[in-house]
């Protein structure tokens, strides 16, 4: 029975320019294993759910703000109606999704903790679920903690994680990027001191940092909504003929 339907959805920044980066993804139908690996509708706002679905699972899960591990409620709720419903997709850019910083996601230890919890009760919903799978899962999201990191100027938190994911998966040391980027945050690690004398809170030198890039490059957004669409196309007709929860199936089986 079908229970929800999600969209894709662009990043948008605090002054509602498009980032260039977004969320897309053509799973749909039984999407619980895939789901599993990743969040793969991103935020709460691409989706359209049942109001019986929230009769048969239950709302958001309020524990995960009681034990500090907010973050990652709408992924919960996602892998609860999953595991009684299917899914579909409508493949267009619906959604901005705006990105700020100093946002709940920033906080990287809670997001964490919120990912453990939620990933423990979908593997009691799931315990036919093969390990290998919630391997790739925690590889996926070390890998977004990284690169979230990475983008708010979180230097440590990107090398803690960064190795957390290279621990999982040492294939991502044949991606050059990774020296590059682990070069650079040693380089903003010894240096951070000097940026401190000016600017003691880390987010005010973030939000001053992305205003004088913003007076460099003007107003007009990194790529128009177009641009995004047709990157977002090409992406998944590579792969229009897999899904990935027909892998996850044969690997349960």
Known sequence: MLGLVYAWSAHIDEQDLLTGSYKSSREEGDVNLVLTCGNL??????????????????????????EYAQGCEDWDLYLRIAYYYHFRVVPEILVGYRQVIGSMSCDFTQMAKSYYLTMEDNRKRNPHVPLLLYKWSRINF??????????????????????????LDTTELLNKR??????????????????????KDHISWLKFKKKIKSSIKGTQPLKNIDEIRQLALESNSLFSNVKKQDIFKKLVR
């Not at 903690?145 to 957390?164: C, D, M, P, V």
């Not at 990774?178 to 650079?184: D, P």
């Open 41 to 66: 509708i991103g935020n709460a706002s691409s989706a359209v759910i049942r109001r019986s679905c929230f009769d048969k699972v239950g709302g958001y899960n309020c524990k995960l703000k009681q």
């Open 142 to 167: 070390y890998t977004y903690l990284a690169r979230k990191s990475l983008n708010y100027g979180n230097y440590q938190s990107y090398l803690y994680w960064s190795y957390q994911s290279i621990r």
């Open 178 to 199: 990774i020296y590059q980027n682990f070069f650079k945050s040693y380089l903003k690690i010894i240096f951070q001191p000097i940026t401190s004398l000016i600017w």
